[in-house]
């Protein structure tokens, strides 16, 4: 009995030794590249980056807001203070964290980017009025490459008619998300941080960093990037700094005892979960997050 369990323990152990010795030296790499300068053996796949996801449209319910005080407002559009404009962020940072984790960008890399480009606020076109609109500024041309459907079919990169004319459209209809998305998917908020994201992925592909990335996102010269990275770091680490997301929770509080958010008192936490709450449901944030990983390859040695 005891030779037979002596058998039994040298088969196991041959058995598990090859299984380690196969997965360390045999089995397929497998993974998603992180976007970062550290280097990987798998990438996007480039082609697959342009392809915007499918999402069910749904109807989107206004949120009423009244008695809601902001500080540093300026024409009332343009906040000033980083706090300020991280607040406005918040509202679709269940958003940013998702297209992060899905194209693993740096954790609040892509949320920076939003606040930088638009502080957060919605239907709020590129101040040059050359045709960048959505959460985060897209211009047509761009967007039509990664599979985004552009009001007027516009394929410029810079167009003052078509920013004008989409304008006017945003100050008929209210503006109201079920009339604009429909013209134009940078109007629905998950389709264009997606396609920020996708952008930027696609930019890192070939080992680019995230710095290089950001500046083909922007499209400005190599001077300007610099500058324009260190303000997207800046939003980065103030929304990943608990201590300064909780400094903003109390200011917020304290300038807003009399806040109501579709008719019920709210306070900061309450506020920004409306908002993420929408998200969810009628943008189709839950579908999103359950779609199958972007596709990868392998990386040419």
Not at 29 to 43: H, I, Q, R
Not at 195 to 215: Q, T
């Amino acid at each position: 009995m005891r030779k037979v369990y002596g058998i039994l323990v040298i088969i196991f152990c041959v058995v598990f030794t090859s299984i380690l010795l196969y997965i360390t030296f045999f089995q397929p790499k497998s993974g998603v590249k992180k976007l970062s300068e550290n280097s990987s053996t798998v990438v996007f796949n480039r082609k697959e980056l342009k392809l915007r996801p499918h999402l069910p449209r749904k109807f989107i319910p206004k949120i009423e807001v009244k008695n809601l005080n902001l500080w540093g407002e300026k024409n009332g559009s343009e906040l000033v203070g980083d706090d300020a404009i991280v607040l406005m962020g918040l509202r679709w940072k269940n958003i940013t964290d998702a297209v992060e984790e899905r194209y693993m960008i740096e954790m609040g890399g892509l949320f920076g980017s939003m606040s930088r480009e638009t502080d957060g606020i919605e239907f709020l076109g590129n101040a040059q009025n050359d045709g960048g609109f959505g959460i985060i500024h897209i211009q047509p041309a761009t967007a039509c490459e990664f599979g985004l459907k552009i009001f007027g079919n516009c394929k410029a990169m810079i167009d003052e008619k078509h920013s004008k004319n989409l304008k006017e459209k945003i100050e008929f209809f209210g503006p109201d998300y079920n009339k604009l998305i429909p013209l134009d998917d940078r109007f629905q908020p998950v389709y264009c941080l997606d396609a920020a994201g996708r952008i930027i992925a696609f930019h890192m592909v070939g080992e680019k960093s995230f710095k290089e990335a950001l500046g083909r996102y922007y499209g400005t010269n190599k001077s300007d990037i610099d500058g324009y990275v260190a303000e997207v770091k800046r939003y980065e680490r103030f929304v990943n700094n608990p201590d300064s997301l909780e400094a903003l929770r109390q200011r917020f509080n304290a300038m807003n005892p009399d806040l109501f958010v579709n008719g019920k008192s709210a306070d900061f936490d309450a506020y920004i979960k409306v908002y993420q709450d929408r998200n969810e449901e009628c943008f189709a944030l839950a579908e999103y997050k359950k779609l199958p990983p972007p596709k990868t390859k392998e990386k040419e040695q």
